[in-house]
């Protein structure tokens, strides 16, 4: 290969790297007539930079600048909050000094118009905490909205404005965009109004820490204070997500940005415009991810489906005749092959409809009619208290018996408290202050009876622990020594 074909080829690569072409043909060495094909490598780049020009003068008329006047605590501002590893919602510009005392301050956000006359969705943690809200348009007028509705649990919600002949930006579907794809946001980052960054879908169906029913759309846009609720864009003008969360460790951008898919989003909308709330189906059990660990404990040949970890006494799965350490593979006809799937094919199902469950336990599959009920507001309970210290056994665990007070706090009939945790226990995630409920599906009483379980099972086999955690649930493998 002469010089001046490796410069022309190094040109074509550095000009696709830079344009963002999604691929370049390197010329092989068995090929002939080089000057020919690097003459063809630059075209594919060409073609593969995206123009966004024609989308914001299309779009983004239809973008709209949210704000929120509130009291704030000025302790609980932005300023003053650590950062913190983890998704989080967009933290908001706040404009003000510093007080020790509350004051009005105020947040910025972004949403989008999808009804002409007036309906714009947002997200929740923009408008859900009160105030008075404004919407200016790029135009420069101003309108006090109406807050219409806010879920917390998709934090989606729509708010109006008195005007009509606005415009309205297209709605896509989230389902044909495709991992790699081209997408933009706009938004008002730090309020500078109807800004346009643009990237890469990164991942698709991705389930965040108490995020149950949103299939996160992941991609790579630079989103920032300011950007929440604003849409996000595939390359054929259509919104096919609103940007909710990032990822970070510092409280600011770091590549990773989180949105609600726009069916869900829209769905959402639909039933706050009709009714004012989100209604959602419950069959009343905890689930937790089948690992492979998990799966080889229940005499599973893979790790598909949802593990049943508890069942609501009295609710529909209960009266349906579910049972703990059921592994859920269909709901309603369709395959659930993670677990982070079955909250969202639930919630999806109107409340009062009977749908077939399958289900596998002790390895044959059976078929349960459940009678959807009404999921209703979240509840949160805990236990505290903390056991003597005991030597921790066979698994790392140091164990004591429950006292009947501790037994009624936690709505339980057996188990052990955990006191100590160290070794392959810890490894596994238990934590002090657990309760162990069971281990391989038999029922602990106490702890004498706790350690001859664990002291009786052979070594380098997972045992599944069934551990109670506040109110949850769930199966833990914990590996014996």
Do not use: C
């Amino acid at each position: 290969m002469n010089k001046k074909f490796q410069v022309a080829v190094l040109a074509a690569a550095m000009a696709g790297v830079f344009a963002g072409a999604s691929q370049i043909d390197f010329p092989s060495r068995a090929h002939a007539d080089p000057a020919a094909q690097a003459a063809a490598a630059a075209p594919v780049a060409a073609r593969a930079v995206p123009d966004f020009s024609v989308l914001i003068e299309k779009e983004g008329s239809a973008v709209v600048n949210v704000t929120v006047d509130r009291p704030i605590p000025a302790a609980d501002s932005p300023q003053q909050r650590m950062p913190q590893q983890g998704p989080m919602p967009f933290p908001f510009p706040f404009n003000g000094p510093m007080m020790p005392q509350p004051m009005p301050q105020t947040a910025q956000g972004s949403g989008f118009i999808i009804k002409p006359d007036g309906y714009i969705l947002t997200n929740a943690h923009v408008v859900g905490n009160g105030g008075e809200v404004i919407v200016r348009l790029t135009d420069k007028r101003e309108f006090k909205a109406k807050v219409i509705g806010a879920d917390p649990r998709t934090d989606v919600a729509l708010i109006k404005i008195d005007a009509t002949d606005l415009p309205i930006v297209p709605v896509g579907d989230p389902n044909k965009a495709k991992v790699g794809e081209w997408v933009a946001a706009i938004g008002s980052p730090f309020g500078f109004e109807n800004s346009i960054s643009a990237g890469i879908i990164s991942a698709k169906g991705r389930s965040l820490p108490d995020e149950s029913f949103v299939p996160f759309i992941q991609t790579d846009v630079a989103v920032n204070p300011g950007n929440s609720g604003g849409p996000l864009f595939d390359l054929n003008g259509n919104v096919i997500g609103i940007n909710s969360m990032i990822y970070s460790r510092t409280g600011g951008y770091m590549g990773l940005s989180f949105a609600i898919p726009i069916d869900i989003a829209m769905n959402v909308a639909d039933q706050l415009q009709t009714t004012g709330k989100v209604t959602r189906g419950k069959i009343g059990v905890q689930i937790q991810q089948l690992t492979r660990d998990l799966a080889k404990s229940f005499g599973l040949k893979e790790p598909n489906g949802a593990l049943v970890s508890s069942v609501e006494k009295g609710g529909p799965a209960d009266k349906a005749g579910f049972k703990s350490g059921d592994v859920i593979t269909h709901f309603d006809g369709k395959a659930v092959a993670d677990s982070r799937d079955l909250p969202r094919m639930v919630a999806a199902i109107k409340p009062g409809s009977e749908v077939d469950v399958k289900v596998l336990r002790d390895g044959k599959e059976e078929t349960l009619k459940v009678t959807v009920g009404e999921l209703q507001p979240e509840k949160t309970a805990k236990a505290e208290g903390t056991p003597p210290n005991a030597q921790p056994g066979k698994l790392g665990l140091a164990v004591q018996d429950l006292s009947t007070e501790q037994k009624q706090e936690l709505d339980v009939k057996g188990g052990v408290l955990v006191g100590g945790v160290d070794g392959a226990a810890a490894r596994a995630g238990i934590q002090q202050g657990d309760v162990v409920l069971a281990v391989n599906g038999q029922t602990v009483e106490s702890a004498s009876q706790f350690k001859g379980l664990v002291d009786k099972a052979p070594s380098g086999k997972p045992l599944a622990l069934l551990i109670q955690r506040g109110e949850a649930r769930l199966y833990v493998p914990v590996m014996a020594g």
